[in-house]
């Protein structure tokens, strides 16, 4: 789904299991499988290690921790690891988002009310207003914000103290924060997609939580459809323990999840029937391509934005789609993957054929 989109209209991009995007069931059953504290986070090592020296270093000062970003794809943790943040720190949490901070305003209400040391969750960081995020330079540099009272000739600048704080932004795209947005944080934490290892440890505490019975083969059948996303491995394992429920012993081994997840439309690698459409007509129609993003859009019976922002992120990822200047390309890998045969190359031919409108 498009969740760097400014709208929040459902689409039916927003029904896929693999969506990597909060569902309202997601929602309400996250909280609960949240680990609470940086023991309990799996994976992220690098970051896990750097955020426990800075946060230590903090309280062994008795100060305030650091403002911290944390930048990474949708559900991977950043929301679980700005509670574990306070938690760590034993300091309260307000949060908030960069969309529900209209004006320069709301934000220093939030400011003002903030108690020594609390933690300020700033969700998606990057879709908040220019003069509030121009406010937000100045509180996290100086703990102090103006605020301006009256209009135009006659307005005038009033400062207020703030108390030391922590802000924790999240954001799913780094790239689009200002520099001087950026460097006011003390440390960026860079968040990666998940090895399969790390969540076959995911589901197998998420099945404690859940009081699920799974055994080693049936987590990693589980982690390996879950494109390195934690939420989506705790999705899968949700619609899993659904099918053991009904159709097994409750249960849940290789042979179970590996059944409930081809009902689901959940392939080995995690693709699901939109992504496999877009391979198959890329390799069946066009030969592999290269083919244009419309042709292969009206193909699949899709819109040209639903392929482009829904099926090829991860596609590319996994190399098994390539975006050329000539069109989208299948990778050998790709041919693997569906058990076909690319075409034979023809002799001294290089690349030339399959070359279908744009
Ligand atoms: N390292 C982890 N260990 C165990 N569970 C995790 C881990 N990271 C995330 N999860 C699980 O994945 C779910 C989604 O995580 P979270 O809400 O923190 O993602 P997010 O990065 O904030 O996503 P979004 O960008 O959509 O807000 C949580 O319910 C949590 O249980
Ligand atoms: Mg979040």
Not at 285 to 292: A, D, I, M, Y
Not at 298 to 315: I, Q, S
């Amino acid at each position: 789904m498009n969740w760097d989109d400014e709208t929040t209209t459902p689409t039916a991009a927003d029904a896929r299991l693999v969506a990597p995007a909060a569902d309202g069931e997601d929602s309400a059953v996250e909280a609960a499988l949240r680990p609470k504290s940086l023991d309990e986070f799996v994976g992220q090592e690098r970051v896990r290690q750097q955020l426990d020296l800075v946060l230590r270093a903090a309280r062994q000062r008795g100060a305030t921790a650091d403002h911290v970003l944390l930048s990474g794809a949708p559900g991977l943790g950043k929301t679980t690891l700005s509670m574990i943040i306070a938690s760590e720190m034993n300091a309260p949490i307000r949060i908030t988002s960069g969309p529900a901070i209209q004006h320069a305003g709301d934000l220093a209400a939030i400011l003002s009310s903030l108690q020594e040391g609390e933690v300020l969750f700033l969700d998606e960081i990057h879709r908040m207003s220019r003069p509030a995020e121009e406010m937000l330079y100045m509180a996290m540099e100086d703990f102090r914000v103006d605020v301006i009272v009256g209009k135009g000739p006659g307005a005038t600048a009033i400062p207020l103290e703030l108390p030391p704080f922590t802000l924790v932004g999240a954001t799913t795209r780094a790239g689009l924060l200002p520099p001087p947005l950026r460097d006011r944080f003390g440390f960026t934490a860079h968040m990666e997609f998940y090895e399969p290892a790390e969540l076959e440890r995911v589901v197998h505490r998420s099945a404690q939580l859940l009081d699920v019975v799974i055994d080693a083969d049936g987590a990693a059948e589980i982690a390996g459809r879950s494109r390195g996303t934690p939420r989506i491995a705790n999705r899968l394992l949700r619609r899993v323990r659904d099918y053991a429920q009904v159709e097994a012993d409750g249960r849940i081994g290789r042979k179970v999840a590996a059944a409930a997840l081809q009902v689901y439309e959940v392939d080995t690698r995690g693709l699901d029937r939109l992504d496999r459409a877009v391979l198959q007509a890329l390799l069946k129609l066009f030969g592999g391509g290269p083919v244009g993003l419309s042709t292969l859009a009206v193909a699949v019976g899709e819109e040209r934005e639903t392929v482009e922002e829904v099926a090829e992120p991860f596609l590319v990822r996994e190399g098994l789609l390539a975006r050329t200047p000539r069109g989208r390309v299948a990778t050998p890998a790709a041919w693997a993957h569906l058990g076909l045969t690319p075409p034979q190359q023809a002799q001294g031919a290089s690349g030339q054929q399959g070359l279908f409108g744009t």
